[in-house]
């Protein structure tokens, strides 16, 4: 697949527009949980149940892209982005404007919330498994890689765009009104441009449906990739859950060295410390990846040891500047680590295995926005270093797993070369994160 053909950039701008709209939605999400004077704990955990059915959903959308083929799938996946985020914005708006009670709204917003995770893995998953089928496995890495860089720039566009969009009229709301136009235009785009009849495939060499990918997360091929990825993609999820209120309670304080503000003041912020992180992102992607031309198991080992440093800033650091120093140094090392273990996942399993392999490496996108950012916010309620130090625990042990691996340590991938002006990326993330 040439890298440079249209089928590849709109590709692209499907994993862009959804990580955008995602990250849109985190930076607002706290302000508009402070608005409604609901516990931090609770705005998380309500949102666990679309991590859930996201992590239902993900080997469903796998084996459906195998037979239904990609293109389709890609296009229910972007209906779903849709219908949810559309959803999300009429509660929210209507909590805000006190049309209806703020708990009701609430409820609707994660209802509408779930309509995302039940459809929105289909997209990436797809996307993924339809670069797969036109690849090499030389070429697959930097493929991968470059297009979740897409991902990269949306986690840049999103909260950099999300204060642009919270308007008189629609409020915080705003950016999902915006990200699902754009998504709907896409949707057109997908249909109407993106090929789907170049490559004829088979879901196993037999011809006949592969049920191996049941178990595939069992398999000692991808098993200690999986376990990485797990605490990887966790520790990341909650840094993001947590960080807006981190931010809005850091600039509370009349000690903040900026005066204290209110939840809403703070949202320009909060848009801010998420520009940081993302750009923090696409320097590794797209400078130091391709410059030091590393393997898969290489990234894995720097990205766990700078998210371990960064959540180990965090504690230490001081004020709304510390804040978001620590969530930089964190953002880096996730640049590294998610290309590792998704490129090496697909690396290490054959060419009927990759709808099933790209569905179970997107199942840790649910996995991890499940549990992880309940608990984080909740440890962050307990005491403000409490999820930093968690996080560390988890890196801790990833950090472990890149380094002593047996799996790892065997594999030995061909070197992949990357053109200076095709940088990788990392493969994206749970609900947009980077």
Same mark, same amino acid.
């Given at each position: 697949?040439?890298?440079?053909?249209? &089928?590849?950039?709109?590709?692209?701008?499907?994993?862009?527009?959804?990580?955008?709209?995602?990250?849109?939605?985190?930076?607002?999400?706290?302000?508009?949980?402070?608005?409604?004077?609901?516990?931090?704990?609770?705005?998380?955990?309500?949102?666990?149940?679309?991590?859930?059915?996201?992590?239902?959903?993900?080997?469903?959308?796998?084996?459906?892209?195998?037979?239904?083929?990609?293109?389709?799938?890609?296009?229910?996946?972007?209906?779903?982005?849709?219908?949810?985020?559309?959803?999300?914005?009429?509660?929210?708006?209507?909590?805000?404007?006190?049309?209806?009670?703020?708990?009701?709204?609430?409820?609707?917003?994660?209802?509408?919330? %779930?309509?995302?995770?039940?459809?929105?893995?289909?997209?990436? #998953?797809?996307?993924?498994?339809?670069?797969?089928?036109?690849?090499?496995?030389?070429?697959?890495?930097? &493929?991968?890689?470059?297009?979740?860089?897409?991902?990269?720039?949306?986690?840049?566009?999103?909260?950099?765009?999300?204060?642009?969009?919270?308007?008189?009229?629609?409020?915080?709301?705003?950016?999902?009104?915006?990200?699902?136009? #754009?998504?709907?235009?896409?949707?057109?785009?997908?249909?109407?441009?993106?090929?789907?009849?170049?490559?004829?495939?088979?879901?196993?060499?037999?011809?006949?449906?592969?049920?191996?990918?049941?178990?595939?997360?069992?398999?000692?091929?991808?098993?200690?990739?999986?376990?990485?990825?797990?605490?990887?993609?966790?520790?990341?999820?909650?840094? #993001?859950?947590?960080?807006?209120?981190? #931010?809005?309670?850091?600039?509370?304080?009349?000690?903040?060295?900026? !005066?204290?503000?209110?939840?809403?003041?703070?949202?320009?912020?909060?848009?801010?410390?998420?520009?940081? !992180?993302?750009?923090?992102?696409?320097?590794?992607?797209?400078?130091?990846?391709?410059?030091?031309?590393?393997?898969?198991?290489?990234?894995?080992?720097?990205?766990?040891?700078?998210?371990?440093?960064?959540?180990?800033?965090?504690?230490?650091?001081?004020?709304?500047?510390?804040?978001?120093?620590?969530?930089?140094?964190?953002?880096?090392?996730?640049?590294?680590?998610?290309?590792?273990?998704?490129?090496?996942?697909?690396?290490?399993?054959?060419?009927?295995?990759?709808?099933?392999? &790209?569905?179970?490496?997107? %199942?840790?996108?649910?996995?991890?926005?499940?549990?992880?950012?309940?608990?984080?916010?909740?440890?962050?309620?307990?005491?403000?270093?409490?999820?930093?130090?968690?996080?560390?625990?988890?890196?801790?042990?990833?950090?472990?797993?890149?380094?002593?691996?047996?799996?790892?340590?065997?594999?030995?991938?061909?070197?992949?070369?990357?053109?200076?002006?095709?940088?990788?990326?990392?493969?994206?993330?749970?609900?947009?994160?980077?």
């Amino acid at each position: 697949m040439n890298l440079r053909s249209p &089928a590849f950039f709109i590709l692209c701008a499907v994993s862009l527009i959804a990580s955008g709209g995602n990250m849109a939605l985190q930076s607002v999400l706290p302000a508009i949980g402070r608005e409604f004077r609901l516990s931090d704990t609770l705005v998380a955990g309500a949102f666990a149940i679309s991590a859930l059915l996201w992590t239902l959903t993900s080997p469903f959308w796998a084996r459906l892209s195998d037979t239904m083929g990609r293109k389709r799938v890609i296009m229910i996946g972007l209906w779903g982005f849709v219908i949810s985020m559309t959803g999300f914005g009429l509660a929210a708006t209507s909590g805000l404007e006190h049309w209806l009670g703020a708990v009701f709204a609430f409820v609707l917003m994660a209802v509408a919330r %779930s309509v995302y995770g039940l459809f929105g893995s289909a997209a990436p #998953i797809a996307s993924q498994a339809y670069v797969a089928d036109r690849t090499t496995a030389d070429e697959r890495t930097q &493929a991968m890689s470059l297009l979740a860089s897409a991902q990269g720039l949306g986690t840049v566009i999103g909260p950099t765009l999300a204060p642009v969009f919270v308007l008189p009229i629609v409020g915080l709301a705003g950016p999902m009104y915006a990200f699902a136009l #754009i998504a709907l235009v896409m949707l057109v785009v997908v249909w109407r441009k993106l090929p789907s009849g170049e490559v004829v495939r088979t879901p196993s060499p037999t011809g006949r449906p592969d049920r191996r990918d049941k178990g595939l997360w069992k398999d000692r091929r991808v098993r200690d990739f999986l376990l990485y990825g797990l605490l990887v993609t966790g520790a990341q999820a909650v840094n #993001i859950s947590v960080l807006g209120f981190h #931010i809005i309670d850091e600039l509370a304080s009349a000690g903040s060295g900026l !005066g204290a503000m209110a939840a809403r003041e703070a949202q320009p912020f909060i848009g801010i410390a998420m520009l940081t !992180g993302a750009v923090a992102t696409l320097m590794v992607q797209w400078g130091l990846i391709p410059l030091l031309k590393l393997q898969p198991r290489e990234l894995m080992r720097w990205g766990a040891g700078l998210a371990l440093a960064g959540n180990v800033v965090s504690i230490f650091a001081p004020a709304y500047f510390g804040v978001v120093v620590g969530y930089a140094i964190v953002s880096m090392g996730v640049g590294f680590a998610r290309p590792g273990f998704t490129a090496g996942s697909s690396l290490a399993v054959g060419p009927s295995e990759q709808g099933a392999v &790209a569905g179970l490496m997107m %199942s840790l996108a649910g996995l991890s926005f499940l549990g992880p950012p309940v608990i984080g916010v909740a440890l962050y309620e307990m005491a403000e270093f409490a999820p930093f130090a968690a996080n560390a625990g988890l890196l801790a042990l990833a950090l472990g797993v890149a380094l002593f691996s047996p799996v790892l340590r065997a594999s030995s991938p061909a070197p992949v070369a990357v053109a200076a002006s095709e940088p990788p990326a990392s493969q994206p993330g749970p609900e947009g994160g980077s």
